[in-house]
């Protein structure tokens, strides 16, 4: 006998995907495989179908990308649980998909039946991660953030236009450089650059750049663009 209400399983890898919808049905469980559109055409797809239970891949590719801005949604909808699965065995990654709402994660790596016993259970309404688990794997992701928020608060003291100068300083470009890129005077990026320095307490570029890789800052600046 088919379970009425379907699970639904969202990953780019079409082949796993079919595996187990085959193995499912084969189960009695009826599946879907949606199509990988952007984020709110598949959020509205899969609660159209108001599936038992969602199996999400993190990492859709794509458009899509990460797919953890997903869990939130589908979980305000009527969709009950998500299950997440991984190629990733980055804790972070699945202590962010647990935060968000989902009720359990499984990695890729493991073997094929583990998969499925993991989504059955799942979609049996039955325990997937233990609540000391998730406890632990929560509380370890807010301590890195504190920590990570620690590190980058110097940077966040400093104006647009000082961090689009530390990133150019970061590529290398001098300071005359600079200023002929962004048609302004010499001094006035000197002066950028004083103040730079003075907000992240070091003495010299090096230092200021040194400190933007080290703290995984340059990573993620983004400047805006340009203007003079």
Not at 34 to 53: F, G, N, Q, R, Y
Request: proline share 4%.
């Amino acid at each position: 006998m088919t379970v009425s209400r379907p699970i639904v399983i969202v990953d780019d890898h079409r082949m796993l995907a079919q595996s187990l919808g085959y193995a499912l049905g084969a189960l009695g469980f009826a599946t879907e495989v949606p199509d990988l559109a952007d984020a709110e055409t598949l959020i509205a797809a899969i609660a159209a179908v108001d599936p038992s239970l969602v199996l999400l891949d993190l990492d859709l590719g794509g458009s899509l990308g990460d797919a953890t801005i997903l869990i939130e949604p589908l979980v305000a909808s009527r969709t009950s649980h998500v299950l997440v699965l991984s190629g990733t065995s980055d804790r972070d990654r699945f202590a962010a998909a647990l935060e968000a709402g989902a009720i359990g994660f499984v990695e890729k790596g493991q073997p094929f039946d583990v998969l499925l016993q993991t989504t059955l259970r799942a979609a049996r309404g039955e325990q997937v991660t233990p609540p000391d688990e998730r406890h632990a794997m929560l509380g370890a992701l807010r301590r890195r953030r504190e920590t990570e928020r620690r590190r980058l608060e110097p940077f966040a003291r400093l104006t647009s236009r000082e961090s689009e100068v530390l990133v150019e300083l970061a590529r290398g470009t001098c300071v005359t450089k600079i200023a002929e890129q962004w048609f302004v005077a010499v001094p006035t990026v000197r002066a950028q650059v004083r103040s730079v320095l003075a907000k992240l307490d070091v003495s010299s570029q090096l230092e200021a750049v040194a400190l933007a890789v080290r703290s995984g800052w340059l990573d993620r600046a983004t400047p805006a663009a340009v203007v003079s």
